[in-house]
T-cell receptor
Framework: AQKVTQAQTEISVVEKEDVTLDCVYETRDTTYYLFWYKQPPSGELVFLIR??????QNEISGRYSWNFQKSTSSFNFTITASQVVDSAVYFC?????????????FGTGTKLQVIP | DTGVSQNPRHKITKRGQNVTFRCDPI?????LYWYRQTLGQGPEFLTY????????KSRLLSDRFSAERPKGSFSTLEIQRTEQGDSAMYLC???????????????FGSGTQLSVL
């Protein structure tokens, strides 16, 4: 079985603060893929990043950075100098084998509110 | 390619009616997924296709739900005898088979919002 846990239901920060969104996953697969998506109030799921299990290199993209640690099964997402436009629900997801087939499992999401 | 396209964007129906949604994936993508999302929840997996083959169906998918992907192109999701509990956003996503490229993305459409009265 595979599972994604986003323990933080809701986070509020003041603009320009840094914020980290936590994601912990479970899978028995040795090859798997991790994703982060942003869902603004408009409702569309916007792809942010995909990380392969065999690539533990951390990644930075502008104000966004991701910390992948296989030892703790975590794939955390940090927004530096947050902005009001970052307000959204953020989902972590896992693509892994499930009984011979692959499917994507989502966490329950973290709602981020950036206060001006 | 303009991305994953879903229609209609909104559907209002009366309980007991049948509804059908359509998803047009990115043309070169061989995988297509259907998800359902209710307010305040993450997307829940329903089913997925590899080309025209439906490889897995969630236990969430009752006998009233059926999905097809003829010729491995667009897909349809039909709900028969709709119930109020079916009200949700139905999301479609597509990708290449994972591992084909390290840049692969799972891209979502805008969804179809179903309201069953």
């Amino acid at each position: 079985a595979q599972k994604v846990t986003q323990a933080q239901t809701e986070i509020s920060v003041v603009e320009k603060e840094d914020v980290t969104l936590d994601c912990v996953y479970e899978t028995r697969d040795t090859t798997y893929y991790l994703f982060w998506y942003k869902q603004p109030p408009s409702g569309e799921l916007v792809f942010l990043i995909r990380r392969n299990s065999f690539d533990e290199q951390n990644e930075i993209s502008g104000r966004y950075s991701w910390n992948f640690q296989k030892s703790t099964s975590s794939f955390n997402f940090t927004i530096t100098a947050s902005q009001v436009v970052d307000s959204a629900v953020y989902f972590c997801a896992l693509l892994a084998d499930s009984g011979g087939y692959q499917k994507v499992t989502f966490g329950t999401g973290t709602k981020l509110q950036v206060i001006p | 390619d303009t991305g994953v396209s879903q229609n209609p964007r909104h559907k209002i129906t009366k309980r007991g009616q049948n509804v059908t949604f359509r998803c047009d994936p990115i043309s070169e993508h061989n995988r297509l997924y259907w998800y359902r999302q209710t307010l305040g929840q993450g997307p829940e997996f329903l089913t997925y296709f590899q080309n025209e083959a439906q490889l897995e169906k969630s236990r969430l998918l009752s006998d009233r739900f059926s999905a097809e992907r003829p010729k491995g192109s667009f897909s349809t999701l039909e709900i028969q005898r709709t119930e109020q509990g079916d009200s949700a956003m139905y999301l479609c996503a597509s990708s290449l088979q994972p591992g084909a490229t390290t840049d692969e993305k799972l891209l979502f459409g805008s969804g179809t919002q179903l309201s069953v009265l």
